[in-house]
Each structure stands twice: as C-alpha cells, then as structure tokens.
C-alpha cells in the first residue's frame, strides 16, 4: 500500500481489500468518512487502531476479518456512526480450526464511539466485548455465531452484564439464536439493564418450552416500553402437560402498556407452539393493535379457531393467520 494514501488530504472514501498493510509512522485522513477494510493483514493491532482513530471525521466503519494478525481490535472514534464488524460466513467454515475458541483465547473488540447509531456484529467471533460510551445507539443488529465467553480476569456472566449494559440505551435490537442462548444463561442467575429506550425487539430462537417463556418472559420485563415484538421460532417440541402451564405466564409491564404489534414466523411444523405464543400475547396486552402469525402448516385448526375466537385484551387487537407454505 502506498504510503503516500495515509495523509491524504482529501480523500473521502477508502475500501481496502486484501491488503497486506506494512508499518506507517503517521495517518492523517482528514476529510474520510467511509472506511472500509476487508481481510486485510495488519503490522499489529496498534496500526489498525491508529488508522482509524486518525480519521477525525469518520462516520461509517465496516470491518471485515480474517486472520488480520490482531489479537484485540480497537475502534475509538468520535465522529463515527456506524459500525459493522466481523467475518465474512465462508471464512468461518473454511478456517473452523483457525477460528476454534482455543485459538481465539483472549482475543477482545473494544468500541468507545459517543455518538455511534448503528451497530452490526457479523458473525463476530471474539471472545470478549467491551462497548463503552455508547449513549447515541439507535440500533443494534447481532447475527449468528456471536460469542461471550470467559477470558483472564473476567468471568462470562461479569462479561454480559457488561456488553448488555453497553448496549441498553439502544432503540432497535435485533438478535441471533446465539445470543438469545447468552440471554437466556444470563437471567436465570440475573437480570438484565432496563433498555427503558427500547422500542423494536426482533429475536430467532432455536427451540421452545415452558423454561424459554418463563425466561423470555424476564427479558420482557427489561424492556417497559417495547411496541413490536418479530420472533422466529426454529423449532417448537411441546408436551400435553406443558400446555397447560403455559397459560399462567406473567405479564410483563410493556405488554400492559406499551406493545402494539406482535409478529410470530415458524421454519418447521407443527405450529401449535407458535399458536400458544400468539395466545398468550392476545390474553395479555392491553393495547395490542395486530398480531400476525406465519405457519408452515395449515396449523391446528381448532387451536386456530379458538385463537381468532379468544376474547381479547385489547378491543382493537386484529389477528393475521398466514400459511407460508404459500409464499
């Protein structure tokens, strides 16, 4: 790469792909607001994070990573806004040894961006997380193979409460099996921050019981003013004796106040679990405006006929039964 493009007086838009970087003395990228920098090899994690912190008015940042040769990737950053960092999918798969958590041991990302509004982890890898001073956040959006696990000097529970409370001021969240599996660990031996901002929940979950509402329930209880609830459910396998404890769950303070629309996908029949969820949130919400259910089967038709024919908490509640299978 050619010296010369560090202290570019003028550039506004950088992509580096596949590049291998060598040692630079100084960066000044005045004028750059997009960078873009994908599996590219780095001298060492000083450099990278030099780069972009030498940018002073830098708004959105895509991190693509490979074995870049840094251990612990840093984004300081005043100015930045967006921020999307982690693998590309293939990658993963193809180097899975690489990637392996032995390998990954005391590998970190550390993001101090005030006035950051959108998040992405893509497929992010790295054992530790630390967000800080991201009291802007607007949107966090989290896909698979997200991990958090223990490191030196830092349990795994001490390491979520820290991420989930980075990321508590957030608006919209939107949240991978992974990371539904975290939250689910996480509250049966605490409870979440308040994410009193949020108002957009969109989370895939893997598989379904009473235990997962009964969890499910205590993340709603974190969320007091959330109006739309997206879930997609992977797999449902309930028991006859389960179904009847289903129908005492709690009701959590936003689904007394706040939500407004719930949306509920399956991938696989049958769709008597996701019909039991779609009761439940009829039963319960006091201002609940549409209720929507995608089913891959034709469903129970007498659960179907009792969920349109429920009496519903809210007068203004419509309920929208599709069958995916005819999309």
Known sequence: MPVSLYICETLLHLRLYRVLMGNFESVSL???????????????????????????????????????????LRVHSQSLTSLSVGYNPGDLIRKYNYYSKKVRENSGLVIDAPRLKYLTFNYERSLSKIVRNLSSLVKVNVLSSFDISSVVGCSEQQMAHNF????????????????????????????????????????NVYS??????????????????????????????????????????????????????????????????????GRYFVENSVNLKKLVLHLQSQGNPAVIKDLLALPRRSSMCQIKVFNMQNF
Not at 47 to 66: A, F, G, H, K, Y
Not at 230 to 251: H, I, P, Q
């Open 30 to 72: 005045p004028r750059l607001k997009t960078l873009c920098l994908e599996r590219n090899i780095y001298p060492n994690e000083a450099s990278v994070e030099s780069l972009i912190s030498s940018c002073p008015v830098l708004e959105d940042l895509t991190i693509v990573r490979m074995d870049d040769n840094v251990k612990v």
């Open 208 to 277: 379904t019981s009473v235990t997962f509402m009964d969890v499910f329930t205590k993340l709603l209880e974190s969320c007091p003013n959330l109006k739309s609830i997206v879930l997609g459910l992977t797999c449902f396998n309930y028991y006859k004796d389960e179904m009847v404890e289903m129908r005492v769950w709690s009701a959590p303070k936003c689904l007394l106040t706040s939500l407004e629309f719930v949306e509920i996908k399956t991938e696989y029949a049958p769709d008597d679990g996701a019909l039991e969820v």
């Open 164 to 203: 989930f409370t980075g990321i508590s001021r957030v608006r919209d969240l939107i949240i991978s099996q992974n990371l539904m599996g975290l939250i689910f660990s996480y509250l049966k031996v605490d409870s979440l921050p308040q994410f009193c901002n949020l108002s957009y929940l969109k989370a």
